[in-house]
């Protein structure tokens, strides 16, 4: 009797110990909460592990605890969720956020990082779920944080936030996907289209040049990668090195592209090493390594379902490769373990259709230079919604800070117009 004394005093110590906030996170059900640092202007921050259901639908198939990291402006600012589209190792403030002066919920994807299920049952990896846990976060904050919600997310994060608003349109007052591809085929013809055509012509043949010289070399090349990949502590054993090495020749022009590299400093008429030490620099082995596979294994497993991804032509290479086949074209979804998978487009070319005349309340952040652009949401005058295609920008810097003024004052007085701020 004792003991549940002691007990019972101990636990009230600790709820008189805590904040108000506190209290609140408290009584959430199934979320567990520990206080991290605090960013600058906030008043507190948590890192939160909240039960999510596999399939929102069957709460009985199973659960698995998905990582918030929750940063407090007030109960009556505006909340921003982020919609990441991988793992979140760490707590980052996103520029939105900033923008809106609110709370920031910043939500690890389902199936990454700390946010696994015990039992990685990939059935239950597809949009459907993904948007359910963002609806699951909204509904449990609702009554928290009573300020006007938009959802954000960058990349795959980007085409989680129009997925999200597709299934769940009423959960957020405005969304903000940046630079966020929405797929309609397993291997994307609108790449192809957009890698033909951007930049100069003597750039993109400079970029082609490029790689025939590699790929000639491939059996000078790949002994030199042996004594680089055993220093970098780089395995390859779901692709052999030989395979990863041409795929990342094929991989040149796309993130040469995407990272938006410089035409003038493509190594022409270099020696082989020079070039290699380019390869290395732009597109680098890492991306194909068994690590890689592994963090990004359920990406790639969404890519290869529902959400499509791309490949890569051979036509100009004709008696080149050595290790990856000329048809069907080699293809960048690297399921996990080689499972088999089925591509079923019927989703994605729904919400495509559904966003054209449905899709209001939307701000669209592209970069003109980045490869993804290709496969943008295309603008649409049946909606209120704007886009921003930021000249001379790229994956990595298409953001709002890097908007002409007008940009920004057009992108600013909408999205608080939205918000009601």
């Known amino acids: 009797m004792r003991i549940i004394v002691v007990l019972i005093a101990l636990f009230c110590g600790q709820l008189h110990g805590q904040t108000e906030l506190e209290k609140q996170l408290f009584n959430l059900p199934d979320v567990i909460f520990t206080p991290i640092e605090t960013p600058d202007g906030f008043e507190a921050a948590y890192k939160l592990m909240i039960k999510q259901p596999l399939d929102h639908e069957n709460p009985e198939a199973g659960s698995f605890y998905q ?24 707590n980052n403030i996103n520029e939105i956020v900033t923008l809106i002066d609110g709370n920031q919920l910043n939500v690890e994807h389902r199936y990454f990082g700390e946010s696994m299920p015990d039992t990685m049952d990939y059935s239950y990896l597809n949009f459907k779920q993904i948007a359910g846990d963002y609806h699951h976060i909204r509904t449990l904050f609702s009554d928290l944080l009573k300020g006007n919600w938009l959802a954000s997310g960058i990349s795959k994060g980007g085409t989680t936030t129009i997925f999200y608003k597709y299934f ?17 085929e397993y291997e994307e013809k609108r790449i192809y289209e957009f890698l033909d055509n951007i930049g100069t012509e003597e750039c993109r043949e400079d970029l082609t040049e490029l790689q025939k010289d590699l790929l000639s070399n491939t059996d000078k090349i790949i002994p030199l990668l ?29 993130s040469f592209w995407q990272w938006g590299q410089d035409c003038s400093k493509i190594p022409e008429e270099k020696g082989m090493e020079d070039q290699l030490d380019y390869l290395l620099e732009v597109v680098g082995l890492d991306f194909f390594s068994d690590s890689a596979m592994e963090s990004y294994g359920s990406h790639y497993y969404q890519s290869a379902t529902e959400m499509g991804y791309y490949g890569y032509e051979t036509e100009d290479f004709k008696g080149l490769l050595t290790y990856l086949p000329y048809e069907p074209h080699p293809h960048a979804a690297f399921v996990p373990g080689k499972i088999k998978t089925e591509w079923n487009g019927t989703l994605t070319n729904k919400v495509a259709k559904w966003i054209e005349n449905n899709g209001n309340n939307m701000l669209y952040i592209n970069g003109a230079l980045d490869t993804w652009s290709a496969t943008a949401v295309p603008p649409s005058t049946k909606v209120n919604s704007k886009w921003f295609f930021l000249k001379d920008k790229h994956h990595a810097n298409a953001r709002i800070a890097s908007m002409t003024d007008e940009e920004k004052a057009v992108f600013e007085s909408t999205l608080k117009e939205w918000m009601g701020i």
């Open 67 to 90: 990582k918030v990291y929750f940063s407090f402006k007030g109960y009556d600012a505006p909340t921003a969720i982020i919609t990441n589209g991988y793992q979140r190792p760490s």
């Open 226 to 254: 042996e004594w680089y990949v055993k220093g970098k502590g780089l395995d390859f054993e779901y692709l052999t090195l030989g395979e990863a090495y041409e795929f990342a020749v094929l991989e040149l022009p796309f």
């Open 168 to 184: 769940y349109p009423n959960d957020v007052s405005a969304s903000v996907p940046y630079v966020a591809p929405l797929n309609y």
